[in-house]
C-alpha cells in the first residue's frame, strides 16, 4: 500500500523530540535546516528531567515559538530522583509559557526494577492532574503498560486537552477505547518506516484507513535511530510507504 496522501507532514511537526540534548550542540542550525528543508518545521521538544527544562526554555528563546514548542515534564525513567516542590515549579513554568504542554510523562513497565512502578505511576498521575487543571496537552511515554494504562485512565476519568502517545506501541483495542474517551493522537517514530514491527504496522494502519487525523510522526531524536549507534533527527521522519 502507497501512502501518499493522508496522514500529511504538512502538520509539519516533528511531535517528539529532545532536540536540547548536548549530542546536538555543534550542529543544532543545521539539524534544523535539514528537516525543514524536508517540510518539517516545528519541533515539539519534551524534557525528561527537570534540568532539561532551562535548556528547553534557551530553545524556544533563540529559534521562537513557531519552531520550538516546549514540554516541561518528568520522564518516568527519572521519576525516582525528583527534587522536592517539582509540582510547582513545574505549574509555574506552564504559567510562564502558554503554548507549553505537559511532557514526556508516562508508565514504563521494563524500567520497574529501576524506578519502582508505584512511584513512576505517581509521579504520572501528578502531571495528570496539573495538565487537566491548566488544560494542558500531554505527551505520554507507555511501554509494556497499556493494560495499566487503561485503568489508570479509567480511574482518573475526564481529560479534555491532546494527549499525544509518543511512540504508539499500544493494541488496535487500545487506540480504540483511548479514541472513545480521549482527544487521543497517535505518534509514530521512524520504525515504522521499516514495516518490520507486525503489530505496530496493524495498527497504523488502523489508524490510516478510520482515523488518519490522530496519526502524528516523530524523530525521538536524539534517540531511536534506523540504524543503531547513530544520532536520529527531525529529518528522518518520513510519511511510510507500506
Ligand atoms: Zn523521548
Redesign the pocket.
Known amino acids: 500500500m502507497q501512502v501518499n496522501s493522508t496522514p500529511q507532514l504538512s502538520n509539519c511537526a516533528d511531535w ?3 532536540l536540547y540534548e548536548p549530542v546536538f550542540d555543534l550542529d543544532r542550525d543545521d539539524v534544523i535546516a535539514r528537516a525543514k528543508a524536508v517540510g518539517i518545521t516545528r519541533f515539539c521538544c ?1 524534557a ?1 528531567k527537570e534540568s532539561d527544562w532551562i535548556d528547553i526554555e534557551n530553545l524556544y528563546k533563540q529559534y521562537g515559538k513557531t519552531t520550538i514548542r516546549p514540554g516541561f515534564g518528568i ?1 518516568p525513567w527519572f521519576s525516582g530522583a525528583t527534587q522536592p516542590g517539582w509540582q510547582d515549579r513545574l505549574i509555574s513554568k506552564l504559567d510562564q509559557y502558554s503554548d507549553a504542554v505537559v511532557a ?1 510523562i508516562g508508565i514504563d513497565w521494563i524500567r520497574r526494577a529501576y524506578v519502582p512502578f508505584d512511584v513512576q505511576t505517581k509521579t504520572f498521575l501528578e502531571q495528570m492532574e496539573i495538565a487537566r487543571d491548566l488544560n494542558r496537552s500531554v505527551t505520554i ?1 507507555c511501554v509494556r503498560a497499556w493494560d495499566k494504562a487503561l485503568a489508570l485512565f479509567k480511574d482518573f476519568g475526564r481529560f479534555s486537552p491532546e494527549m499525544t502517545f ?2 504508539f506501541s499500544g493494541s488496535i483495542h487500545d487506540a480504540q477505547w483511548l479514541m472513545l474517551h480521549y482527544n487521543a493522537f497517535f505518534s509514530f517514530g521512524v520504525e515504522i518506516q521499516t514495516g518490520k514491527k507486525e503489530s505496530l504496522v496493524q495498527t497504523y494502519k488502523f489508524l490510516l484507513d478510520g482515523a488518519p487525523q490522530t496519526i502524528r510522526f516523530e524523530s ?1 531524536s536524539p ?2 535511530p534506523l540504524i543503531k549507534g547513530t544520532r536520529n533527527e527531525p529529518a528522518n521522519i518520513k510519511i511510510p510507504s507500506l
Open positions: 517528539h523530540s529532545h519534551d525528561s520522564h514526556e511515554h509518543h511512540s525521538d534517540y531511536m
